[in-house]
C-alpha cells in the first residue's frame, strides 16, 4: 500500500498521508510527494488524513511539516490526524501554529473518515 494516496469513502476524495513507523531520513522525499500530489488538485478540493502512528521526527522534518502544512492550505478543505501521541502532538501544535491550520486529532482512521465525511469542522 503506497503511503501518500487518495482514497474515496462516502463520496469525499481523501488524501491520505500515511507515516505509520517512518523514520526521519525517508520522510523528506515523502514529504515532497505528498506536496506534490495535493498541489496538483484544484483549490480548496482536498480532504486529509495523516497517520502519524509510530512515526519518529526530527526537528528538520518538523519544519518541512510546517511547511507543507502552510504552503497546501489553499488545497485543503478538511485535515485529521490519527495515531499522535505525546511528543508527536507537541510537534503537530507546533506546525498548527506555523501554517495557522487547524488539524482534528483522532485515535483511528475510521473516526477520522466519519469526521471528514460529515459536514462539522
Known sequence: MERARFIDHMGKKIFVLDFTNC??????????????????????????????????????????????????????????????TGMQQVLLMIVSNFSKRKFELFDTVEKAKAFIASDHG
Open 23 to 84: 523514520q526521519s531520513p525517508e520522510m523528506p522525499a515523502f514529504i515532497d510527494e505528498c506536496a506534490r500530489q495535493v498541489r496538483s488538485q484544484a483549490k480548496k478540493s482536498v480532504y486529509t488524513i495523516t497517520i502519524g502512528t509510530g512515526a519518529k521526527f526530527d526537528f528538520d522534518v518538523v519544519d518541512k511539516l510546517k511547511l507543507l502544512t502552510r504552503d497546501n492550505e489553499p488545497y485543503v478543505i478538511k485535515s485529521a490526524v490519527v495515531g499522535t
